[in-house]
Structures are given as C-alpha cells and as structure tokens.
C-alpha cells in the first residue's frame, strides 16, 4: 500500500462536494478517487473495467465507503473486498447517515476499521474529515505489503 490515495464510494453528488471541500478545508492533500456506485468501487480496486491499466499493486490508503450505493450497495462491497485476499486488510471507513443499529452491527460483522455517521453540520463533517485523514494516513501503521 505505497499509495496514498483515498477512494470515496458514494453516489450523491453534494455529499462527494462537502467530502472534497472538508478534505481541502483540512489541508489533506491526497489524491480522491470517486466512485459512484459499487461495480465502479470495485473496478477501481481490483483494476477491472475502466481501471483496467491501473496497477493492482497501489492500493489506497483509505476506502471512505456509503451504505447506500447505486447497483451493488456498500454492504456487498465491504463483502467482496474482505472476501479478497488483496483487500481484506484495506482501511475501510463507512462513511454513512444510517443510524440503523443493524447497519452498524452488520459492517462490524462484515469486518469495517470504523463506522461513522455523516454530521449534517458542514463544519462537524469537515472536523470529521480531518480527524479521519490525522488518523488513517499519517498516524496509522497499514500491514506490511503482501502480508
């Protein structure tokens, strides 16, 4: 995991505006990668489709990951990627605005690093953002490549 891109799975348009200027609001500077739904998220991790020259060994950093996703929802895509060998220890946050108690209890079980729920406030949520970037890209050890 040399990269440190973030890869951002979310389908509303606002809601990948507020990430964008939060991230920018909080001097984190790493590349963003959108996907807008859950096939795209998954071609851009497992370089297929319209990932398919990207190289498979520079994963990102950090995969901020919506529930609520067009075609394929986050919960099949949190299943495909600890599914995978290349994947399962990839930093997932969800990054939601489920409260539902069965979607948290479902992401945990599914094997998130961490369950948060979208402030409405843009002030909180770009806090939220920052807290996200000191912690997972400068202050978290990721696994060794290849372990």
């Known amino acids: 995991m040399t990269s440190k891109t973030i890869l951002l799975a979310e389908d509303n348009p606002s809601d990948i505006e507020l990430t964008k200027r939060a991230l920018e609001r909080s001097h984190v500077a790493n ?24 190289n498979p060994c520079e994963l990102p950093a950090l995969v901020l990951l919506d529930l609520k996703l067009p075609k394929l929802d986050g919960f099949a895509v949190l299943r495909r ?7 399962r220890r990839l930093p997932v946050v ?21 369950y948060i ?28 490549a290849g372990a």
């Open 31 to 54: 590349t963003l990668v959108v996907a807008e739904d859950g096939p795209q998220a998954l071609d851009y991790l497992f370089c297929t489709g319209s990932f398919s020259s990207r």
């Open 117 to 144: 729920r979208k402030p409405v406030d843009f002030d909180q949520f770009a806090a939220a953002i920052r807290q996200l970037g000191l912690y997972w890209l400068i202050l978290n050890e990721p696994p060794p």
């Open 94 to 114: 969800v990054l939601t605005s489920s409260a539902e108690e069965r979607d948290v209890a479902s992401c945990y079980d599914l094997g998130v690093n961490s």
């Open 81 to 87: 990627l600890r599914g995978d060998e290349r994947t």
